[in-house]
């Protein structure tokens, strides 16, 4: 059964003050959409002086790759050739890094509505997921120490990691942390519209035949329903803390 977060919250001042910056590392981070990961994946990196990587953006420009190119839904080795041709990576220099795609960052239309409708659906495509398999394991060969976050990356992406987490939230309070980051933008939405939209994607993503949503059996899976971020962020920083010493000892 996946484990639980242990002990109470515990802040950096708590604990080591660094990973030790020799030391190769991947953390995993997964869950369903609206729990919080990719800002608490950016935080914990922070803390940890680890790079931070997004698969999801990876999948949002391709979805957005497939709608601007109106390629029509059989055409998926089309698809395929014009997203490897994109070359989607990351402008590392920037905080948080920035995608790229044909060397253009995609940044703002990575959020628009008909990429979020579409990205469960593309983001189902074997071939396309082995291909960001295949980039994302590149990535972590240049960037060792790393923070990554996704559907499958402790299950699929990196399954031998050291350290993987999964977090969960119940629905209705994703749809409420959603439509909060859009009212941010300035953007209204209906807050039942949201909830279908948040269980439709929870569906589509833990059905898909490839990489799955799912909690990898040794993976600490961590409710954030009644968890601010900065708790969030305390809790994984020292869960990884707590292991990165022990692991360095088995190891050598």
């Given at each position: 059964m996946p484990l639980t977060a242990s002990g109470a919250l515990v802040g950096a001042q708590d604990v080591e003050s660094e990973v030790p910056l020799d030391e190769p590392i991947i953390v995993t981070i997964d869950g369903p959409a609206g729990t919080g990961k990719s800002t608490v994946a950016r935080m914990l990196a922070k803390r940890l002086g680890l790079d931070f990587l997004d698969t999801g953006a990876m999948?949002?420009?391709a979805t957005a790759i497939y709608l601007d190119s109106k390629l029509a839904k059989e055409e998926t080795g089309e698809l395929l050739s014009t997203v490897m041709g994109a070359d989607i990576h990351f402008d590392w220099s920037?905080?948080?890094?920035?995608?790229l795609a044909w060397d253009d960052p995609m940044t703002t239309r990575l959020r628009e509505w008909d990429v979020t409708d579409n990205v469960s659906w593309v983001s189902s495509l074997g071939e396309l997921r082995h291909h960001m398999v295949r980039k994302q394991r590149i990535i972590a060969a240049q960037h060792p120490r790393l923070v990554t976050e996704?559907?499958?990356?402790g299950s699929v992406?990196?399954?031998?990691?050291?350290v993987k987490f999964y977090l969960d939230a119940d629905a209705s309070v994703?749809?409420?942390?959603?439509?909060e980051q859009l009212e941010m933008d300035g953007l209204e939405v209906d807050a039942d519209s949201m909830l279908e939209r948040i269980l439709n994607?929870?569906?589509?993503?833990?059905?898909?035949?490839?990489?799955?949503?799912?909690?990898?059996?040794d993976a600490i899976r961590l409710d954030t329903s009644d968890l601010t971020i900065d708790e969030v962020v305390d809790t994984l920083e020292a869960e990884?803390?707590?292991r990165v010493p022990a692991l360095a000892s088995k190891d050598g």
């Open positions: 999948y949002r420009a920037q905080d948080p890094p920035v995608l996704g559907r499958d990356q992406a990196f399954p031998d990691a050291p994703r749809a409420q942390r959603r439509i994607r929870d569906e589509l993503d833990s059905t898909r035949a490839d990489g799955p949503l799912m909690c990898a059996d990884v803390r707590a």
